[in-house]
């Protein structure tokens, strides 16, 4: 972005330049005339569109804040950039009032945009937020962020919120994540992403208290997909629900990491979804879950589901309906005592271990196994075809 301008614009800017201006032009869109000139540290009071790059002191002080309702800040596809060697504690562009920032890029600030609590519903459109500490963070209060065709890459977080101190929703749609940290940090927050992808990043959700929803989406060659711990002691440490949708999640290194293995939300849903080539099963713990219409193949291991584990367990219960468990390096299908998933309609076919071993499932028939390395079915009846 910064692309060079052509025509009338080019001649202005120019002209700035040999009369010794120096500052970021802006341009109000209401009254479509050249707006007071923007400079680093500047407040925006109307609508503005930029018309050359902004280069910032990496201090605390913003490169720009946004205040009045329904603003419209353009970054005119320029970047807004920290200079100096130290992130410290710098921060891109507040906003203190709902409206939108579009089409431009954000890079290398310890907080990229930050929402402050005095707004609860903000657009962030075509946005590129590349090498900050956290890209989008929400420092309080309640609020709907609308995340539409943007691109986070290289950010240590790609979105988070003051822990304690903010709720609300992130509506991601048609966006790309790639090269991240952690791409999402979900306390408090119900997170619904739509037609995204999320490639090669170390780890693309953490859940410590919310929701995720991932749907018509792409989650690949990523290290870790995710990690949804569940805290036994009685603390907030567990995610609501964890929902995925028409997805694919493919040729990642984990789907969990070593230390937290399993993804243990209260209700876990999969529907529609592919689960491929991954260098480790996927291990799900829940109260209930709906396991509808998946395909597993080709995973170090299949899928296996269990309770959660807590103080007083609750047995797993909810179906788990006509998938597939295809060339699986363990079990295609195993659910652990004392679970009680209703089994249906599944087909496991040349896996690694059991085809399907569910000693405690309630069997609601159709299920089917052959050729898998330690057996066919236990615990549910199975044909062969």
């Not at 691109?151 to 790609?158: D, I, K, P, Q, V």
Request: hydrophobic share 40%; aromatic share 8%.
């Amino acid at each position: 972005m910064g692309q060079a301008m052509g025509g009338a614009v080019a001649a202005v800017a120019l002209a700035s330049v040999l009369t010794g201006g120096g500052a970021a032009h802006a341009r109000d869109e209401g009254a479509g005339a050249p707006a007071d000139s923007v400079r680093c540290g500047d407040t925006i009071t109307h609508h503005t569109k930029l018309t050359r790059d902004l280069s910032c002191p990496g201090t605390d002080v913003p490169a720009l804040r946004v205040v009045g309702e329904g603003i419209v800040l353009d970054l005119g596809g320029h970047t807004v950039r920290r200079t100096g060697a130290q992130m410290g504690d710098s921060q891109g562009i507040v906003v203190e009032s709902n409206g939108t920032v579009r089409n431009g890029t954000l890079r290398g600030f310890r907080w990229g945009y930050v929402l402050d609590a005095s707004a609860d519903s903000v657009r962030l459109h075509q946005l590129a937020l590349i090498d900050n500490g956290t890209a989008i963070y929400h420092r309080g209060g309640y609020a709907r962020f609308l995340i539409t065709d943007s691109r986070l890459h290289g950010n240590a977080t790609g979105l988070s919120s003051e822990f304690d101190a903010a709720t609300g929703e992130f509506d991601v749609r048609s966006s790309l994540f790639t090269g991240n940290g952690r791409v999402m940090f979900v306390d408090a927050h119900s997170v619904d992403v739509l037609d995204s992808t999320f490639t090669s990043n170390q780890n693309v959700f953490e859940c410590f208290n919310g929701s995720i929803r991932v749907r018509s989406s792409t989650l690949t060659l990523n290290a870790v997909v995710g990690r949804l711990p569940f805290d036994p002691g009685g603390g907030f440490d567990f995610c609501g629900e964890l929902r995925f949708e028409g997805s694919l999640i493919a040729n990642n290194t984990a789907l969990a990491p070593p230390e937290a293995p399993a993804w243990e939300p209260f209700r876990f849903v999969m529907r529609d979804s592919w689960v491929l080539n991954n260098g480790s099963g996927l291990r799900a713990g829940g109260r209930t879950v709906l396991i509808d219409g998946n395909t597993f193949w080709d995973n170090a291991g299949g899928l296996t589901l269990a309770d959660l584990p807590e103080f007083v367990p609750f047995a797993l219960t909810g179906p788990v309906r006509d998938n597939h468990f295809l060339g699986n390096g363990a079990d295609g299908l195993r659910v652990l005592s004392p679970s009680t998933p209703t089994l249906s309609g599944n087909v496991a076919v040349r896996n690694a271990g059991w085809g399907v071993h569910a000693p405690t499932a309630h069997d609601a028939g159709g299920n089917v196994a052959r050729e898998n390395g330690a057996g066919g079915c236990e615990g549910v009846t199975c044909s062969a075809f």
